[in-house]
């Protein structure tokens, strides 16, 4: 669980400038604390008033220092002048002491912090992502790393300094009547607390509308995502409603609950401080009349009270804005918290080199077992040996366990049971990006980026040359539709591939897998859901590579894997037959009968 330490690690890096540049601005606010003080020894040697013990020695300093007759028109230059050079002269220099540095800190620690959230992003667990939603995830590190950004310069550069300021009040205060000062303190303290221990119910309030606005913004990408879906079952009315319930929800709690919570807290605090701004002004007039203070005491003492309860304002408004933003700040820190994937060191470790590997393709499965869940297996006791070059496909019943087997191959998730060799090395004890280099996948959706065709193609390989490029085109039959694009290879495709059809996403995915030249090549439901003509392509593709590596073949429909070396079928978790097509049939098992059944359902599939 997040808490406040860690919205306060998140600067840590630049801790010593952060501590020099918020004591600059808070010795500045304290200065300004000089010019009210000396207008009131001006007015004391107006009124023909003596000033203060303090200010008589410094008078009698200078006039010695500078050979002149101590006089009151020399007192008023002295005073005059301090106020100058603290006042003139120190206002250039401020900027650059205080908010130059605060904005600087947050914004390096912006730049390190979006730097650490890609990386977590890119190194949490697959499980993260069955969980949460790309619109969840990007809303959360957004707003974190937002309101950090945006707080820091307000605390560092006017919460904590104002707070020196008020207390650089109490003490010039209790210079002049430590009397007035206890009241002013104690008054201060017990309306700030009070505003602090009101702020800490909100911020749960705070909180839970934080969660709200995440699952509205989940919803909102799902929607971007699946619009077409959204479109072809005509549920815009439906979703605007249910999003506008959502708003409306969200709306109610923080007008009427957070909203009000935060106008009563003021409207007490604004009165607590008229009434306590009053008290001291009949406190000070009394001890005037009674010439227990002086004119120029009352006129200080009562500047100084503006000032420091007209700091309180901003403070608690600060203290507000703070706690309106922890929430998010403290949900950011909890994503970044979230234990890494087994992958993560390589990218996290910037001395980290992965090793590199060349295998033949021997793969082996050695009584595997394994299960999302421990005590519900999806494989159980599985063995498998797919011999190098050989093209191997893995059939069965939906939620068989083919793409699990997949998984665990990539390294995605760790066997509960048994284990994974290639070439007689368990794949566990090898470098994981090193591993990962030597294989590649083609999946059923092909993931595309919004970029030009060639820099999706060479995704994995950036240094591809221009021949290689072209022959794994020509293997994977990209060439047939490259005329096509306006552009040629250097045609946009849009958001996820917008301006490709299917066929041609499978083909690009061929293509940029064949680029990385793998030892161990996986195509997972690459056909299933393509048409006849747009199959037959791939299947030509496929036909090409075959016998040049490890080939492992994912397929619900058959007639893509019909000239597969070695089908292996598969049932609950459990492989029940192997053979090549000609032999399973002759079996007649559960392979004959996925046949014959899409035969029977579509003939077409027959003369494939």
């Known amino acids: 669980m997040a808490s406040f330490r860690d919205v306060l690690r998140y600067y840590r890096k630049y801790s010593t400038t952060s501590v020099l540049s918020i004591a600059a601005a808070s010795l500045f606010e304290i200065l300004d604390l000089i010019a009210p003080y000396a207008i009131g020894q001006i007015l004391n040697l107006l009124s023909g008033q003596p000033v203060d013990a303090i200010w008589q020695g410094v008078m009698v300093v200078m006039a010695d220092a500078t050979g002149q007759e101590l006089t009151r028109q020399f007192e008023l230059a002295v005073l005059v002048g301090v106020m100058f050079v603290f006042g003139v002269l120190r206002a250039p220099i401020q900027p650059w002491i205080g908010d130059w540095f605060h904005w600087d800190i947050a914004l390096r620690s912006r730049r390190d912090q979006t730097q650490r959230a890609i990386a977590k992003i890119l190194t949490l667990p697959l499980e993260f992502y069955d969980e949460n939603n790309p619109g969840r995830i990007a809303g959360r590190v957004a707003r974190g790393l937002a309101n950090h950004t945006w707080t820091y310069p307000e605390i560092a550069g006017q919460f904590i300094p104002k707070m020196c300021r008020v207390l650089g009040i109490v003490a010039v205060m209790a210079l002049l009547e430590w009397e007035i000062a206890v009241i002013f303190g104690c008054s201060f303290v017990l309306i700030l607390v009070y505003s602090f221990r009101v702020l800490g119910k909100l911020v749960d309030k705070e909180e839970t509308l934080d969660r709200h606005q995440e ?66 002004l009949v406190v000070s007039l009394q001890a005037t009349v009674q010439g227990t203070i002086s004119l120029g005491h009352f006129v200080t003492i009562m500047t100084l009270t503006s000032l420091a309860y007209g700091e309180l304002q901003p403070i608690c408004n600060l203290a507000e804005t703070f706690a309106r933003r922890y929430a998010s700040m403290v949900r950011f820190h909890e994503f970044m918290d979230h234990p890494n994937g087994k ?17 033949a393709g021997r793969v082996e499965f050695r009584a595997l077992s394994f299960g999302y869940e421990p005590q519900r297996l999806v494989l159980k006791n599985l063995n498998l040996v797919i011999e190098p070059c050989e093209t191997v496909a893995l059939v069965g019943r939906s939620g068989s366990g083919k793409s699990t087997l ?34 590649a996948v083609v999946h059923q959706e092909v993931d595309v980026f919004n970029g030009t065709l060639l820099e999706n193609l060479t995704y994995g390989c950036p240094a591809a040359t221009a021949a290689e490029v072209d022959r794994a085109c020509a293997i994977a039959r990209v060439h047939e539709f490259v005329h096509l694009l306006p552009q040629g290879f250097q045609t946009v495709v849009g958001e996820r591939g917008v301006r490709l059809s299917g066929g041609q996403r499978q083909r690009l995915g061929i293509a940029r897998a064949l680029l990385v030249s793998p030892d161990v090549l996986i195509f997972d439901e690459a056909t299933s859901s393509l048409d006849y003509e747009s199959e037959r392509g791939i299947q030509r593709a496929m036909t090409e590579i075959q016998g040049t590596r490890t080939t492992i073949i994912i397929a619900h429909r058959l007639s893509t894997v019909r000239e597969a070396d070695k089908i292996v079928v598969l049932d609950q978790g459990a492989i029940i037959e192997v053979g090549n097509h000609r032999q399973l049939l002759a079996q007649q098992g559960l392979y004959y009968r996925l046949h014959a059944l899409q035969d029977e359902k579509d003939p077409e599939l027959s003369r494939c």
């Open 406 to 439: 997949i998984k665990l191959l990539l390294r995605y998730f760790e066997p509960t049971s048994g284990g994974i060799y290639i070439d007689g090395h368990a794949i566990h004890n090898l470098d994981i990006t090193g591993y990962r280099q030597r294989l």
């Open 215 to 280: 699952n509205t913004e989940s919803r909102t990408s799902e929607l971007v995502t699946n619009i077409k879906t959204v479109k072809a079952f005509a549920t815009e009315a439906r979703e605007l409603k249910r999003q506008s319930d959502r708003l409306n929800r969200e709306f109610k709690k923080v007008n009427f609950r957070i909203h009000v919570g935060y106008v009563k807290l003021g409207t007490l605090r604004k009165t607590l401080i008229e009434l306590c701004t009053f008290a001291i």
């Open 343 to 359: 992958d993560a060191q390589a990218l996290l470790e910037p001395h980290a080199t992965s090793l590199s590997y060349q295998f």
